[in-house]
């Protein structure tokens, strides 16, 4: 079975811009996850969705939201980047909640200058 | 404020049994405690979890006391690829609406000395 995707990678953005990551769950999965990890802060959690459907959040501004589509994969996207918004990304999938066991993928390193 | 106190580093032999404690003397009754760990440059890796009775499974075993106020992990025989930081969180075990998540500490960096 294949793991949590995300892509990109590695991005790499300017101030005032806005980015959009991408995570495609587990088969399976309907819960989907997003966090955030700097040196600083560590693992911060930005939220979930289930169904389509926000069902918890975080404490972060309204320049981060996301979306999920009726095939459980997740987008999620930063507007009017700040150089604090450099962080690695983490996404997490799990049957149908964030309690349930949860599969991290690999992030995407997002850098800001 | 954490919910969770974990010593920041630790050392153990490889072959060992390494034996990592977390403090959560805030507890409340129906929150479980799950242990998560990131190897670097990976994305977190679920390990265990259980609300009052010991669990164990092919990775690890969890043993949480009595009052439920602290737990430990137990890796049995730890190897070097068992380097990381181990996380201990406490959340509750429901989905609920309106909830924060789970919410990661700085966690303990566990090495293991060949």
């Known amino acids: 079975k294949a793991g949590v995707t995300q892509t990109p990678r590695y991005l790499i953005k300017t101030r005032g811009q806005q980015v959009t990551l991408s995570c495609s769950p587990i088969?399976?999965?309907?819960?989907v996850s997003w966090y955030q990890q700097t040196p600083g802060q560590g693992l911060q959690f930005l939220f979930e969705?289930?169904?389509?459907?926000?069902?918890n959040k975080g404490n972060f501004p309204g320049r981060f939201s996301g979306r999920q589509f009726s095939n459980s994969r997740s987008e999620m996207n930063v507007s009017t980047l700040e150089l604090g918004d450099s962080a690695l990304y983490l996404c997490?999938?799990?049957?149908?909640?964030?309690?349930?066991?949860?599969?991290f993928g690999p992030g995407t390193r997002l850098t800001v200058l | 404020d954490a919910k969770t106190t974990q010593p920041t580093s630790m050392d153990c032999a490889e072959g060992r049994a390494a034996n990592l404690p977390c403090n959560h003397s805030?507890?409340?009754?129906?929150?479980?405690v799950y242990w998560y760990r990131q190897i670097h440059s990976q994305g977190p890796q679920y390990i265990i979890h259980?609300?009052?009775n010991n669990e164990t499974n092919e990775m690890a075993s969890l043993i949480i006391t009595e009052d439920r106020k602290s737990s430990t992990l137990i890796l049995p025989h730890a190897t070097l690829r068992d380097t990381a930081v181990y996380y201990c969180i406490v959340r509750v075990g429901n989905s609920g609406g309106g909830a924060d998540g789970l919410t990661f500490g700085k966690g303990t960096h566990l090495i293991i000395q060949p």
């Open positions: 997490a999938s799990s049957l149908a909640s964030l309690y349930n066991e949860q599969f």
């Open positions: 969705y289930f169904s389509e459907t926000q069902r």
């Open positions: 088969s399976g999965h309907r819960s």
């Open positions: 259980g609300l009052k």
């Open positions: 805030t507890i409340s009754g129906n929150e479980y």
